[in-house]
Each structure stands twice: as structure tokens, then as C-alpha cells.
């Protein structure tokens, strides 16, 4: 059993950054993959970033490439998304997931493990 919790979220002006955290109970947590989704109000969940077990491989969203950074601290059961350049389009709630799986998944269906989400908001 994994539990999740996300902190950092925040309100920014256009163009700024934030940086949320996701801190993970579970001795099993550097085998997993770890990812995160974001859903605006109205519209679907949708996949942001994801990591795999080991941090050698990364997977983005096209709309966060290039602006957000996925990292992750197995010693500190921490997972990190560093937000850049951020647009009021990114405004949502962010969610960290763990995949119980070492490889990298967009999917969020193959995700069996979820924070409570923290929420972002972008003023223009």
C-alpha cells in the first residue's frame, strides 16, 4: 500500500513557477513509476509527467514539454514537478500517481495509487 500526499500548489501570476512536492509512504515506493495528471474544472483528467523507477526515463505531456520538470528523490520517498513559464491554461488540480510498474505509463488507468491533489491556479 502506497499513500500519496501533494503539497506546493498555489496561485501564480503568468509566467512564473511553482514546484509541487508528493511525498509517498511504502518501503516499495523507488519500484514504482510515478507520474502526474492534472484535471481543470469541466474537462477530463489529463496525463502531465511521469517517471520511471530508477529516474532514467521521463515521459511529457506536449503541452507541459519544455516547461515542466518531473524529478523524484527515492531516499526521501519524494516525488517533485517543477513548473515553469506557467500559463493560466495550466490551471488545475495536480495529482501525483504511482504505478506499480518500473516503466513510464501516460495512462492513467494503470495507475493504482493517487494523492488527494493540490491545486494550481494561474492568474493572466
Known amino acids: 500500500q502506497v499513500q500519496l500526499v501533494e503539497s506546493g500548489g498555489g496561485l501564480v501570476q503568468a509566467g512564473g513557477s511553482l514546484r509541487l512536492t508528493c511525498a509517498a509512504s511504502?518501503?516499495?515506493?523507488?519500484?514504482?513509476?510515478m507520474g502526474w495528471f492534472r484535471q481543470a474544472p469541466g474537462k477530463e483528467r489529463e496525463f502531465a509527467a511521469a517517471m520511471s523507477w530508477s529516474a532514467g526515463s521521463t515521459y511529457y505531456a506536449d503541452s507541459v514539454k519544455g516547461r515542466f520538470t518531473i524529478s523524484r528523490d527515492n531516499a526521501k520517498n519524494t516525488v517533485y514537478l517543477q513548473m515553469n513559464s506557467l500559463k493560466p491554461e495550466d490551471t488545475a488540480v495536480y495529482y501525483c500517481?504511482?504505478?506499480?510498474?518500473?516503466?513510464?505509463?501516460?495512462?492513467?488507468?494503470?495507475?493504482?495509487?493517487w494523492g488527494q491533489g493540490t491545486q494550481v491556479t494561474v492568474s493572466s
Open positions: 500517481a504511482a504505478r506499480t510498474s518500473r516503466f513510464v505509463s501516460g495512462r492513467g488507468a494503470e495507475y493504482a495509487y
Open positions: 511504502g518501503r516499495t515506493f523507488s519500484s514504482y513509476a
